[in-house]
Nanobody, 117 residues
Framework: QVQLVESGGGLVQAGGSLRLSCAAS????????MGWYRQAPGNQRDLVAT???????NYADSVKGRFTISRDNAKNPLYLQMNSLKPEDPAVYYC???????????WGQGTQVTVSS
C-alpha cells in the first residue's frame, strides 16, 4: 500500500511564504506523477500543481509565478514552495501520487493552510 504524509501547513500573513512537504512510502514505482490539490470550504478540490517523475511540471493559472513544485527524485519527497500568499489561497492542501503502472491515484490526509490579511 501507499501512504502519503503532508506537513508544513500553518498560519501565515498575506504576502508571506510556506513550504509544504509530502513523504510517500510503499509501492511507489519510478514512473509516476505527484501533485498538490487544494480544497477550500464549500469549494471543489482543485489542482494546484503536478510534477512528473521525468521532471515536467504543470500549474494552475492562479498560482503560476508564486508557487513552485519540486521533488528530490522520482520517488521522494515532494515539495510545494508557496510565496506571495494571498487571501484566496487558504485551503486544505492534499498531496497526490499517480502510479501509472497500476493506474492508481493516492491521496494524503491534507494539511491546512491559513492566510491572514
Amino acid at each position: 500500500q501507499v501512504q502519503l504524509v503532508e506537513s508544513g501547513g500553518g498560519l501565515v500573513q498575506a504576502g508571506g511564504s510556506l513550504r509544504l512537504s509530502c513523504a510517500a512510502s510503499g509501492s511507489i514505482f519510478s514512473n509516476n506523477r505527484m501533485g498538490w490539490y487544494r480544497q477550500a470550504p464549500g469549494n471543489q478540490r482543485d489542482l494546484v500543481a503536478t510534477i512528473h517523475s521525468g521532471g515536467s511540471t504543470n500549474y494552475a493559472d492562479s498560482v503560476k509565478g508564486r508557487f513552485t513544485i519540486s521533488r528530490d527524485n522520482a520517488k521522494n519527497p515532494l515539495y510545494l514552495q508557496m510565496n506571495s500568499l494571498k487571501p484566496e489561497d487558504p485551503a486544505v492542501y492534499y498531496c497526490t501520487l499517480e502510479v501509472f503502472l497500476v493506474r492508481q491515484i493516492y491521496w494524503g490526509q491534507g494539511t491546512q493552510v491559513t492566510v491572514s490579511s
